[in-house]
């Protein structure tokens, strides 16, 4: 009886985190959209501002749920759990580096388009990554 009470919380926790992941690769399809279809840049920094704290959130649910099953897997890693690591500390580093590039970028046209070009770059990547991940082509 226990074991299946067990069994069940471990199979409670794979699924709430596997729910909220299928949610990553909307905020990176709402940033291309916005990357492609912009007639300002104020209005791009704008919309990429409004998108960020959702990655960030979707960033901490998964990280915090995944730290929760490897846990309760007594911390037995995979390559799978690795690549998975790897990809959340891939995405909060980029958007870390997205921020400082967004600083310089206000100042000067040509920076902004370098910015621009940056994110629909960086964004492109991510949303293929996480795609692999979500649709469980990797994992």
Wanted: some cysteine; charged content about 15%; hydrophobic content about 65%.
């Amino acid at each position: 009886m226990e074991v299946d009470m067990v069994a069940k919380a471990f199979n409670d926790m794979v699924f709430f985190h596997a729910f909220f992941m299928a949610f990553f690769p909307i905020p990176f399809l709402i940033n291309l959209y916005t990357l492609f279809t912009y007639k300002t840049y104020q209005k791009v920094i704008i919309k990429l501002w409004f998108v960020m704290p959702i990655i960030f959130l979707l960033v901490a649910v998964g990280s915090f749920s995944g730290v929760f099953i490897l846990a309760s897997r007594q911390w037995y890693m995979t390559w799978q759990i690795g690549l998975m690591i790897a990809l959340m500390v891939l995405i909060f580093a980029v958007e870390m580096v997205r921020l400082k590039r967004l600083k310089l970028a206000r100042t000067d046209e040509e920076l902004m388009r370098k910015y621009i070009a940056f994110c629909r770059w960086v964004y492109s990547i991510e949303l293929c990554l996480v795609l692999l991940f979500s649709l469980r082509i990797i994992v």
